[in-house]
């Protein structure tokens, strides 16, 4: 379902690129265009979070990096304590995230697979919005000298103006 808003983002992004005849309404359908690409690209890296059995939860605990403590919460009576949240910081592989099999070979734990995200969506995300912007300032200078020199950013009127 989020995949198929994405996909309806990008098709009113298409439509008001395509259909309108303001220049600015053009560019606003290209920029709503680039971020159902990003959207998408940010659902695809997702990951549900996921139910670990209490060993795992010990297991994850142990690694200093990878689980945080909770900040000191206040109850209503003044009572303080400490509750464990997620991990504060983004997991690190550590020795105890790599098995050796019985050929030999070194492989990462499913528990670290479980509880971190792929970072190949979020850099091709980042990349994407810096050459959006760039694009958007483009596509605004081109905007900004149309109508200096035609006094309109109405596309038609353009065109039967330039004669």
């Known amino acids: 379902m ?27 359908g290209i920029m709503v265009m680039e971020y159902a690409v990003n959207l998408f690209l940010i659902m695809l890296g997702y990951q549900a979070p996921v139910q670990l059995t209490k060993s795992e939860k010990q297991l994850l605990s142990t690694t200093p990096i990878a689980a945080g403590q909770g900040p000191v919460v206040s109850d209503e009576t003044g ?14 592989l550590s ?19 479980m509880t971190t995200v792929d970072p190949l969506p979020q850099a091709l995300v980042l990349t994407a919005i810096v050459i959006s912007l ?24 353009i065109r039967r103006l330039k004669g």
């Open 2 to 28: 989020p995949y198929a808003l994405c996909f309806l983002l990008f098709m009113i992004g298409l439509y008001c690129a395509v259909v309108k005849k303001n220049m600015v309404k053009i560019v606003i």
């Open 79 to 92: 009572q303080t304590e400490e509750k464990l949240s997620v991990p504060s910081v983004a997991p690190i």
């Open 134 to 157: 760039g694009s958007l300032a483009l596509m605004i200078s081109i905007c900004i000298r149309t109508y200096e020199k035609y006094g309109t950013f109405d596309i038609t009127e």
């Open 95 to 113: 020795r105890e995230d790599l098995i050796e099999d019985e050929n030999g070979q070194v492989k990462i734990s499913q528990l670290f697979r």
